[in-house]
């Protein structure tokens, strides 16, 4: 099991680092810079798994329970967590230039 675990990690690193790159690229203005885009997103998609348990849509995808649908789950939990992570990450880097 611990394979499977590390496999998922991955999976939302991946996923929320893809995300903060494509925002930060979309959006300059809320660009940190390439590399801090995709590590605040991949830190925003590992964070977001606790409370994406508790999403309707999207808690019955993560869990023991979910079997083959976790990476979809794992996904969407890594896209939805590095999208909130870089939001607010370019909000305040934002705010601070002014």
Excluded: K, Q
């Excluded at 969407?76 to 934002?94: C, D, K, P, W």
Aim: a positive charge; aromatic letters at 8%.
């Amino acid at each position: 099991m611990p394979g499977v675990a590390s496999i998922l990690l991955f999976v939302e690193f991946i996923c929320g680092a893809a995300i903060g790159m494509a925002l930060g690229r979309w959006v300059p203005s809320f660009s940190l810079g390439r590399t801090a885009d995709c590590l605040i997103g991949g830190i925003g998609g590992l964070l977001f798994v606790w409370p994406s348990a508790r999403i309707p849509g999207v808690g019955r995808l993560i869990g023991h329970h979910a079997d083959s649908l976790m990476l979809i789950g794992a996904g969407i939990a890594g896209l939805l967590g590095g999208l909130v992570l870089i939001v607010l990450a370019g909000f305040v880097g934002s705010l601070i230039r002014g």
